[in-house]
């Protein structure tokens, strides 16, 4: 298996993995001419897709859905309830293929297994997924409102994990936000903190772990050296072995 990211942040996010020849994403928070700029740069194209794997309904994840799905025939893979919030925003096409994901029930994209799992995060029935290959295990953990046993559950014994590092608890609350959104990102529905993520990391399971990479970084409220010192904290690594998903992503990397 490998992967690599087109983009990553409240900017958008787009997650790719391939495995025996399947490729899927997970959520896609581009325009469409975008998308297919950046598939390019990572030389995949939108025919080799064998569904996109949507997270939640929010606009840097969902907002580069359907017009992928509807200009390339892709099947569209999501829960009933980020479909009807989707739905209530007019950002759902017809003729587009939908499969419906069930946040406790694992499934086949060809060769590859996803196991969706529930987490705590302000939108309508949101689910992150575990990727395997029969050999290896990736995840992908952003917009998630605070740690629980059962995402610790779910990440343990994997080989790659891209994991939220939002924002730093200082640079929130002494930054520009309105009180209400500090609030919202804080709060238990909101985005993991570069502290949350560390305490995660450290309570898992790690001993497979060849990739560590801190994603969905705010611009306004985190530093990279700050969410790559936590995780390497709970790594007990060099600083320079955890990754960091930029705005524009991250190139391959194999598992
Ligand atoms: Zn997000
Ligand atoms: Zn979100």
């Not at 640079?171 to 709060?187: N, Q, S, V």
């Amino acid at each position: 298996m490998r992967f690599a990211s087109l983009a990553s942040g409240s900017s958008g996010n787009c997650l790719v993995a391939e495995a025996d020849g399947t490729v899927v994403l997970v959520d896609c928070g581009l325009s469409l001419t975008e998308t297919e700029r950046r598939l390019e740069r990572i030389g995949l194209a939108p025919s080799a897709i064998g569904g996109i794997l949507v997270t939640h309904e929010h606009g840097d994840h969902a907002d580069g859905v359907f017009s992928l799905a509807a200009a390339h025939g892709i099947t569209v893979y999501l829960t009933h309830g980020t479909l009807a919030a989707m739905k209530a925003d007019g950002k759902v096409l017809d003729g587009v293929h939908l499969a419906f994901v069930n946040g406790r029930q694992a499934f086949f994209v060809d060769g590859i297994q996803v196991l969706p799992f529930t987490v705590p995060h302000d939108a309508r029935e949101p689910v992150q997924y575990v990727l395997s290959d029969g050999a290896a295990k990736l995840a992908v953990v952003t917009d998630v409102g605070i740690p629980t046993p059962h995402l610790e559950k779910n990440l343990s014994g994997l080989d790659a994990l891209v994991l939220e590092c939002n924002y730093d608890r200082d640079m929130l609350w002494g930054g520009a936000y309105p009180r209400w959104l500090k609030e919202r990102i804080a709060g238990p529905f909101g985005h993991l903190d570069n502290a949350d993520s560390e305490r995660l990391l450290g309570a898992l399971d790690r001993s497979r772990l060849k990739h560590v990479i801190g994603a969905h970084l705010s611009q306004q409220n985190n530093r990279p050296a700050l969410a790559r010192a936590a995780l390497a904290r709970a790594m007990g690594c060099a600083e320079e072995w955890i990754g960091l998903a930029s705005p524009d992503g991250f190139d391959w990397r194999s598992l």
